[in-house]
């Protein structure tokens, strides 16, 4: 199982694909689910699923993730990205080889199964929410899911150690695009203008002190600007600014109050500038919220196997949420050490050392 998890792994990360082009990378996943028996199946365009049938009333689902990122690679690893300008530089070509190594041990053991076992392999989870489309096909009700498990490679936790924590885990995200209109003069004329810059840079003050002021300080949340265009010459008054950034939350009527604040806040600037704002906040993706009776079974089942519980929730976001709008779901961390953080062009981990104690780890949750 050892050698094998590391192969899947290593051939994985040669091929990445981004988004739901992952033609290479499904194909791989097929052809390994055929050679363990099993008979894949997509839902969506760029996914594989595989259902490992025990004969049980109910069944478990477990989750990787197959997208890679646009990322030129910059680790010198042996088996680096063949596919110039793309990485697996978040850890999803590990998520995947430990289901193929889960999936690979479930079909030679369906009589000690407790439950039926459902294997999804999505795609898109960087992009657009392929956890999300893929709930959308009914697969979960169609198979009788009962519970849903996933885990996520992460730097910084202790190598091979398993963490997690109930409730929230991962933030709700969202996109905040603010676009604001006013009109463009010559700056000998500026008073005929409308000051676009001003207005904008005025709504970021106001948004920061929003977030900072607006509920108590315990509450977690993060919305930081990382991106300001705005005007064409710097002689002449700017007619346009363009705000990007992230808001991140944990429960819903937080992310509701500051999604509030910032369209008010929107309608204060207009007022007082007379440019037009546009405040948009994307759908984005709920919260990794973990189903508190689950995880409270769990621990007991496993004893000292248990993950170790996290003090606090990560304010990064994880469309592992989508599935736990549906069925009860745990998600964990699975400790890298001391390795360069995810998405950066060095990223790059033991996989020895780490997949195949994650591997383990969920054949103890198939099992349970």
């Known amino acids: ?28 996943v097929r052809s390994r689910l055929e ?22 009333p109910e069944t478990a689902a477990f989750r990787a993730d197959m997208d890679a990122l646009p990322v030129a690679e910059a680790t010198g690893l042996p088996y680096a990205s063949i596919h110039p300008g793309k990485m697996h530089a978040c850890g999803h070509d590990g998520h995947t080889a430990m289901a193929l190594a889960l999936a690979e041990y479930a079909a030679a053991h369906r009589p000690e199964l407790p ?10 989870e960087e992009t657009t929410g392929g956890a999300r489309q893929l709930c959308e096909t009914g697969v979960l009700e169609q198979h009788r899911v009962s519970r849903i498990f996933g ?6 936790l202790e190598q091979g150690g ?36 001003t207005a904008g840079t005025e709504f970021l003050r106001r948004a920061y002190a929003l977030a900072a002021d607006c509920m108590p300080p315990e509450e977690p949340r993060v919305l930081r600007f990382g991106k300001m265009v705005s005007g064409t010459v710097r002689n002449a008054v700017s007619g346009k600014t363009v705000l990007e950034g992230s808001l991140r939350t944990y429960r819903e009527e937080v992310h509701l109050l500051l999604r509030r604040g910032l369209e008010a806040l929107g309608r204060d600037i207009e007022t007082e500038t007379g440019c037009a704002v546009q405040v948009h906040l ?12 689950l995880y409270a079974a769990l621990r007991a089942a496993l004893g000292p196997d248990a993950p170790r519980t996290l003090e606090s929730p990560a304010l990064a976001a994880e469309d592992f949420s989508f599935y736990q709008k ?19 062009p060095e990223f790059c981990f033991d996989d020895e050392a780490v997949l195949p104690r994650g591997v383990e780890f969920l054949k103890k949750l198939l099992l349970m």
Request: charged share 15%; hydrophobic share 40%; net charge neutral.
């Open 326 to 344: 549906r069925v009860p779901g745990v998600f964990f961390f699975l400790g890298l050490g001391d390795t360069p953080e995810l998405h950066a």
């Open 35 to 56: 050679s363990f028996g099993l008979t894949p199946f997509s839902p969506i365009p760029g996914s594989v699923c595989a259902f490992v049938d025990a004969g049980r």
């Open 151 to 156: 885990l996520h490679l992460w730097p910084g």
């Open 282 to 293: 994307s759908g984005g993706y709920p919260a990794v919220w973990n189903d508190e009776g």
């Open 1 to 28: 199982m050892t050698q094998s998890v590391v192969e899947y792994r290593r051939a994985l990360h040669r091929i990445p694909e981004l988004d739901n082009q992952l033609t290479e990378t499904a194909g791989y």
């Open 162 to 197: 398993v963490f997690s924590r109930p409730g929230p885990l991962m933030a709700r995200s969202s996109e905040v695009t603010v676009t604001v209109s006013g009109k463009s003069v010559h700056l000998s004329r500026a008073a005929e203008g409308r000051d676009a810059l």
């Open 115 to 124: 439950r039926n076992a459902l294997f999804l392999f999505q795609p898109a």
